[in-house]
């Protein structure tokens, strides 16, 4: 299978790169990149061809593509990957807008192309545990959950909201929504939440708290922020505390690591960081998408997963803007 990937604006598309020239009888057989340097650099990187226009690319003898453009970017790139018949993987959040996200999930269904949704935390080891027990009931009926999704602030497009959509509620709501919709098999119904700027001097959002309802009757409160400092070990966290009539469950998603501490003096001077021991998840959810693209069972998350993820965080925005709970779902308009 030959994979091409559009733009590395998205710091993931490296790591997803990685994976694909990891996984048998998988060849990484383009990259498209409207900026120049950057793309011959990953091209001459990952040992493959580079193509200033993603036309070129599509134009190409490959199966698939995976697309880390600007958030705002996704829908012309999804668009037309659809109609040149390439299966499409696409970076979270899916787009910008549900009316984008829509039209992303109508062109590949005229197509008869895959789209899914790049959520690697589905595939995380201890995501899936959590999952097991949740529906083998030991937890009970869940009542509540509780949510973080923390991370260092991002540079570039990430910090302009025509480009992003969004700061960091956009950034890190979608991740833990698309958990809870996914291990409830349930939706939300609303969604009330206060969005601000008060870790950094940036024209965007830094940091949110959301308080959610799902259809089930479950309460949820999430805390997007990037709070993390550049000096922390890692870029972040993903945690839940789920509650049940029958018992919790407490998850930490990233850490499956060990910390190991450089002297100063070292090659490396002194630093602390975290490697990491738990399963590859981009990986894995890189294999999920091939899965689907060969019509076999997968657990990776479909366009409309991605849009109702995003749909979240469109309607915290939407709160805070009101002063009030936002219902879902939301309008296409």
């Known amino acids: 299978m030959k994979f091409g990937i559009i733009s590395f604006a998205h710091m993931h598309a490296y790591s997803y790169?990685?994976?694909?020239?990891?996984?048998?009888?998988?060849?990484?057989?383009?990259?498209?990149?409207?900026?120049?340097?950057?793309?011959?650099?990953?091209?001459?990187?990952?040992?493959?061809?580079?193509?200033?226009?993603?036309?070129?690319?599509?134009?190409?003898?490959?199966?698939?593509?995976?697309?880390?453009?600007?958030?705002a970017d996704h829908k012309e790139h999804a668009v037309a990957a659809a109609r040149a018949k390439k299966h499409i993987l696409c970076e979270k959040p899916i787009s910008i807008s549900v009316a984008d996200a829509q039209a992303m999930i109508d062109a590949a269904s005229e197509a008869g192309v895959v789209l899914q949704t790049a959520f690697p935390v589905r595939h995380c080891g201890p995501v899936r545990q959590l999952k097991a027990v949740v529906e083998q009931g030991k937890l009970g009926e869940i009542i509540a959950i509780n949510g973080t999704n923390h991370g260092k602030m991002p540079p570039g497009w990430f910090l302009d909201p025509a480009k992003a959509g969004g700061g960091a509620v956009m950034d890190h709501t979608v991740h833990v929504a698309d958990l809870i919709r996914w291990i409830c098999k349930t939706e939300f119904t609303e969604v009330y939440a206060e969005v601000d700027t008060l870790l950094h001097?940036?024209?965007?959002?830094?940091?949110?708290?959301?308080?959610?309802?799902?259809?089930?009757?479950?309460?949820?409160?999430?805390?997007?922020?990037?709070?993390?400092?550049?000096?922390?070990?890692?870029?972040?966290?993903?945690?839940?505390q789920v509650i049940g009539t029958k018992g919790v469950a407490s998850l930490d998603a990233f850490r499956q690591v060990g910390m190991v501490y450089v002297s100063p003096g070292g090659s490396s001077g002194g630093s602390v960081y975290e490697y990491g021991?738990?399963?590859?998840?981009?990986?894995?959810?890189?294999?999920?998408?091939?899965?689907?693209?060969?019509?076999?069972?997968?657990?990776?998350?479909?366009?409309?997963?991605?849009?109702?993820?995003?749909?979240?965080?469109?309607?915290?925005?939407?709160?805070?803007?009101?002063?009030?709970?936002?219902?879902?779902?939301?309008?296409?308009?």
């Open 17 to 71: 790169a990685r994976a694909l020239r990891e996984i048998p009888g998988v060849a990484l057989a383009g990259i498209a990149d409207a900026d120049a340097e950057r793309g011959k650099a990953a091209a001459a990187r990952f040992q493959t061809e580079y193509y200033p226009d993603y036309n070129e690319l599509l134009a190409k003898d490959i199966d698939a593509v995976i697309i880390c453009s600007a958030n």
């Open 277 to 333: 021991w738990g399963n590859d998840a981009d990986k894995e959810m890189v294999e999920a998408f091939i899965k689907a693209v060969k019509g076999e069972p997968n657990e990776g998350a479909s366009g409309l997963d991605g849009l109702k993820a995003m749909e979240v965080a469109l309607a915290a925005y939407e709160s805070a803007k009101r002063t009030a709970p936002v219902k879902l779902p939301l309008g296409v308009a």
């Open 201 to 240: 001097d940036v024209g965007i959002d830094d940091c949110g708290m959301l308080t959610m309802q799902l259809a089930s009757g479950a309460i949820c409160s999430l805390d997007p922020s990037w709070s993390r400092p550049d000096a922390f070990p890692t870029w972040g966290d993903v945690t839940m």
